[in-house]
Structures are given as structure tokens and as C-alpha cells.
T-cell receptor, first 113, second 111 residues
Framework: QKEVEQDPGPLSVPEGAIVSLNCTYS??????FMWYRQYSRKGPELLMYTYSSGNKEDGRFTAQVDKSSKYISLFIRDSQPSDSATYLC?????????????FGAGTQVVVTP | DVKVTQSSRYLVKRTGEKVFLECVQDMDHENMFWYRQDPGLGLRLIYF???????EKGDIPEGYSVSREKKERFSLILESASTNQTSMYLC??????????FGNGTRLTVT
């Protein structure tokens, strides 16, 4: 069983809608939680990262972490066609292991005009 | 902005060939990583390096080796390419106190 589970989608939403993405994980040692966005034929780019439980907001993006449920979410408000991409969740076990990440498989998002 | 550059976007190699994938970062980062990305499996860590001449195995090192002769350059080597190594290869770096920055990847096909 994978340590990090993520629904692959595709998730199709109309422009302006809220996109809701989530990942579940099994290892309670994970401490830092990241969301990356990956456009087709490009490398992943970091959107947001959070430490432990709680919410973090950055513009149209909100990341939530619920460690008690081992569940993380990313919300995209007022979605745009330019948000069409694959979204990857990632997490690591220790604060000093920024590079040794466990990734979800990614959710493909399509925002239709 | 951090720039991680992978020398090839697409490569086609034959089974049994020795393959070199090159990666250079321009931000003086100590730590560099090689991941492969496959549909349904996500990104998996192959090898990483915390310093020049230093290397450590990741989760799937079999069939691969690495070289880090200079701080800015980290090479992934497929000693004898096989068809199951057909994949997207992603190089990344970090200074050690913040998340990874990725290159745009090399899509390798082994025939």
C-alpha cells in the first residue's frame, strides 16, 4: 500500500468554480506538507507548503492539514483555465529532509472556459 | 529564481546502452536529487547528494548510479539501460531548509 494516496482524476470544473483536491497518508511521522503544480511537459513547481495541522492561504490557494485524520487538502478559488494542470501532494518525515519526499500520484485538473 | 537545468528534454536509447542524464543548478544549493515519474506511481526518489562527492541511495536505486564532482552538477547514470527504465526523470535541488526546486525533466525512452 502506498504511503500517500491521491485520486488521479481527471477532475473537470467550469471556470470560476472552486477546485478541491486532497491526499490521505498513512505515516504519522510526516511533518511538512507540500503542493506542487505540474503543467504538461514541465517539471513540478511548488505552490505552497505547511507545517503540521492547520490552514494556510496564498491568494486563490488554501492548503489544509488535518494530522488527526491524516488528510490534506488544497482549494483553488475562482478557478481559471490556466489552473489546468496536474497537482501533486508531497510530504516528508523529518524537518531536515526537504528533498526526501513521498509524493501522491497526482490529480489532473481541467478547468473549462 | 532558482534554475535547475536538465541538459536533454527527450532521449531515445537502446537496451544495454550506458546513459548519462545531466543536471545543473545555479543557486549554490548543497542538496540535489534525482526522481523518476511514472503514471499512477508519482515521483520516486532514485539517488540524492548532500555534498560534493557524496551520494546516498533513495527508494529505487537499482540499475542507477550518480556522480557529483562539482557542487552545481549532479549526473544520473544508467549503467545498462533497460526498457523498464523508460520514464520521466526529474532533477531537483534545495539549500536544505526549504522545499525542492525541480528541473523540467528528461523524458527517456529505451527501445
Amino acid at each position: 500500500q502506498k504511503e500517500v494516496e491521491q485520486d488521479p482524476g481527471p477532475l473537470s470544473v467550469p471556470e470560476g468554480a472552486i477546485v478541491s483536491l486532497n491526499c490521505t497518508y498513512s505515516n504519522s511521522a510526516f511533518q511538512y506538507f507540500m503542493w506542487y503544480r505540474q503543467y504538461s511537459r514541465k517539471g513540478p513547481e511548488l505552490l505552497m507548503y505547511t507545517y503540521s495541522s492547520g490552514n494556510k492561504e496564498d491568494g486563490r490557494f488554501t492548503a489544509q492539514v488535518d494530522k488527526s485524520s491524516k488528510y490534506i487538502s488544497l482549494f483553488i478559488r475562482d478557478s481559471q483555465p490556466s489552473d489546468s494542470a496536474t497537482y501533486l501532494c508531497a510530504m516528508n518525515r523529518r524537518a531536515d529532509s526537504w528533498g526526501k519526499l513521498q509524493f501522491g500520484a497526482g490529480t489532473q485538473v481541467v478547468v473549462t472556459p | 529564481d532558482v534554475k535547475v537545468t536538465q541538459s536533454s528534454r527527450y532521449l531515445v536509447k537502446r537496451t544495454g546502452e550506458k546513459v548519462f542524464l545531466e543536471c545543473v543548478q545555479d543557486m549554490d544549493h548543497e542538496n540535489m536529487f534525482w526522481y523518476r515519474q511514472d503514471p499512477g506511481l508519482g515521483l520516486r526518489l532514485i539517488y540524492f547528494s548532500y555534498d560534493v562527492k557524496m551520494k546516498e541511495k533513495g527508494d529505487i536505486p537499482e540499475g542507477y548510479s550518480v556522480s557529483r564532482e562539482k557542487k552545481e552538477r549532479f549526473s544520473l547514470i544508467l549503467e545498462s539501460a533497460s526498457t523498464n527504465q523508460t520514464s520521466m526523470y526529474l532533477c531537483a535541488s534545495t539549500p536544505g531548509n526549504s522545499p525542492l526546486h525541480f528541473g523540467n525533466g528528461t523524458r527517456l525512452t529505451v527501445t
